[in-house]
């Protein structure tokens, strides 16, 4: 009988412990080069699912979200550059936000397209680090906050480049 017991103790453990990760934290791999040099295809990060429930969302937070395209389902990482009501342009390769231009030193590759919009109520306006190489809001437009699944709050992998955003 108490076999029984100590083995139901550590399933509900078990239990408990997912349940924490999966309303906290949320492991992610990138894919792609859409976000270098920021993160490498291949790196890991950590999600907080619950920053995403709250809905606070700052310029310059890099986020997952779900997207539906030609090439199917997949889970996108992207960085915040506007929020609901910025005025987002982008003229001969510089990104202004609500006309002032964004100092980028994050970036790859030259931002091309010239755009003039306003990000719409519970959306975000998301632009990937490596510009030439990025399938994002030029693209798609803004996405919904209702498609977010995490705000990456920790790289884990690899250990070189460990550390929190």
Sequence with gaps: MEIIKEWFKTIIYACIVVLILYFFAWPVTIEGESMEPTFLDGDKVITSRVLTMA????V??????HMVDSDGQRDVIKRVIGVAGDKIEIK???????GTALEEEYISGDT?????VIVPEKSLFVLGDNRAYSYDSRMIGSISQK????KVIFRWYPF?????F
């Design 112 to 116: 091309q397209g010239d755009i003039s």
């Design 147 to 150: 498609d977010l699944k995490g």
């Design 55 to 58: 809905e606070k969302y700052d």
């Design 92 to 98: 001969n390769g510089v990104v202004y936000r609500n």
């Design 60 to 65: 310059g937070d890099i986020v997952v979200f």
């Design 160 to 164: 070189y480049h460990m550390g929190a």
